[in-house]
């Protein structure tokens, strides 16, 4: 990446032009501050654009078929004439580097589709930093005319539960369990979700994935009850993403539940109150980053620490010292 | 409590003076900034008292018995000419306020026993704030002569890992189980424990209670090996803190395991780390805390908060600004 931004950065990527929302995006992931500067010029820039993407969270344990649900659910909205955008939150990658090459090559067909954009999560050995980049990636898409933003994550630690604060709709990706088998998935994540989608109802597992989701649906109105869902939901629905079954009325049903929220001011509101969220969350992380980034306090951070752990100096003594030097 | 500390408050705290030690430690609790500049400065003047307790943390789900346990065991401690403090981590005492009455009449015998000193949970919304407070008040009770400090905590949340950061032993207290009955106890927790003592190793219970021990044995030499563990550790013991037996046994274990650590210099090593640590997070802490203290921070907090939330601004931008006002 050059360090300098096109001036027309901008507007290319209004314009829908691929190259520049990719490269764009690749500027949102640096951590250098010069490029932190310029990524957030250019967010403000696209700010009013006025575009809105349906976001759509999804989270599911390995081995749900996530990627062939994707893939499969992808293709047909494109077919429909949406342009679809797939990021991905995976805090795995950032040790192993594991799935991010894989990406593009799990989703093959929807790759190579004129309609669809597929971006691998950013390496970042920082959770809060995947968030941020994953969340500015959202709004370049959006930017560019994307109609459904699509983020993916596997089912591990609190990936979901910053998912679920950049999305409009979370959605639950399980597999057809014998009886009362939890899959690992835990209460906090059930809660969040707005719809979950029992995959592989199809040829042997079909009965089996019809019981889990009949199992689910239950489970869920006894979990979760808001103001801002309708009648009906969260819901639970099968799907088989390899027969391209059901993938229709999910659609149907993540529509029309978006414009219920629409209608009834919650999906407004929810978004108003991510994004002040996110501010928020961005100013702890500026406050705190000086203590990292500037080589003097990172210096003194160190030689008071070194002095508390001699047990030279108390830790509120040195604290307070350290925060008198830092204006706070 | 008044604003002012007498001037031999120190003094007093070494001498081992009980009132003192009481004033001492709501002094750390306080949120107030004079307070908390004074007992900056005096943990700073007991710092350097080079007394030492034997910091154990102890975990146990509600029902386990852990009252009775500490009562016994700590009678038992006094009894042996040792001075015994008691502290506790509770957060559910900041909304409940449930178990701060309760704390004495819970531990009736050690509450009346000259050689024992027990302090409620602060009641702090904040669980980090519990967490300061607690460590601070540690440190008050080892200026005060106090041999062994036993830290206890509820069965929730990060209460345990907060424990486990400010003592040199970590244990857990368990009841007898059916089978692979997994008594709500996370893997994590699990983890962190020095010693798992099942309580209840007494009639009825007591084939269960053996049953139970060798199961954790086997579960915990699995689970964690680490290079500070001498062989033999993480160990299951069984014990009856309503028969008083299994207890001098749990407490040799205890001081073998300590003085292997001390002997190998895991000890100090880990003492050092939990103090930088601390060090670090209350830096942090002080940090963030300029965003709520100050009111004109708060208000501008606010009005940009209102601006990202209108789509008036991005986050990014915004917090740009934020950062700027701030100095970071």
Not at 160 to 187: C, H, N, S, W, Y
Not at 257 to 273: K, P, Q
Not at 277 to 300: C, M, Q, T, Y
């Amino acid at each position: 990446m050059t360090a300098q931004l096109p001036p027309d950065m901008a507007q290319k990527i209004l314009a829908g032009d691929r190259r520049s929302l990719a490269r764009a995006i690749t500027l949102v992931e640096s951590g250098r501050a010069d490029h932190r500067a310029q990524a957030a010029a250019l967010l403000e820039q696209l700010a009013g654009s006025g575009r809105q993407a349906l976001r759509i969270g999804l989270s599911g344990t390995p081995g749900v078929g996530k990627s062939t649900f994707i893939e499969s659910f992808g293709m047909m909205l494109t077919a429909q004439g949406l342009r679809v955008a797939v990021l991905a939150v995976d805090p795995s990658s950032a040790r192993s580097g594991g799935s991010i090459l894989g990406d593009k090559t799990r989703m093959e067909r929807l790759s190579r589709d004129p309609m669809a954009f597929i971006r691998p999560s950013p390496s970042q050995a920082h959770l809060g930093g995947v968030a941020r980049r994953t969340r500015e990636a959202v709004s370049l898409c959006e930017a560019a005319g994307f109609d459904v933003v699509l983020i993916e994550t596997v089912g591990v630690g609190q990936s979901e539960t910053l998912v679920a604060e950049m999305t409009d709709l979370f959605i639950l990706l399980m597999a057809p369990a014998g009886g009362d088998e939890l899959q690992g998935v835990k209460r906090g994540i059930m809660e969040m979700a707005d719809m979950i989608l029992v995959n592989k109802a199809d040829g042997d597992l079909k009965p089996a994935a019809m019981r889990t989701v009949s199992d689910y649906a239950g489970a869920l109105r006894l979990l979760r009850k808001r103001s801002q869902d309708p009648e009906g939901f969260p819901k639970a629905l099968p799907v088989s993403a390899l027969a391209e079954d059901g993938l229709q009325k999910a659609w149907d049903e993540m529509t029309a539940l978006a414009t219920w929220r629409r209608e009834n001011g919650h999906f407004d509101r929810c978004r108003a109150e991510q994004a002040r969220h996110w501010f928020e969350a961005e100013v702890r992380e500026g406050l705190l980053a000086r203590l990292h980034s500037d080589p003097a306090i990172r210096a003194k951070m160190q030689s008071l620490g070194d002095a508390v752990a001699a047990g030279q100096s108390a830790p509120a003594a040195a604290a307070a010292e350290m925060l008198g030097l830092l204006g706070a």
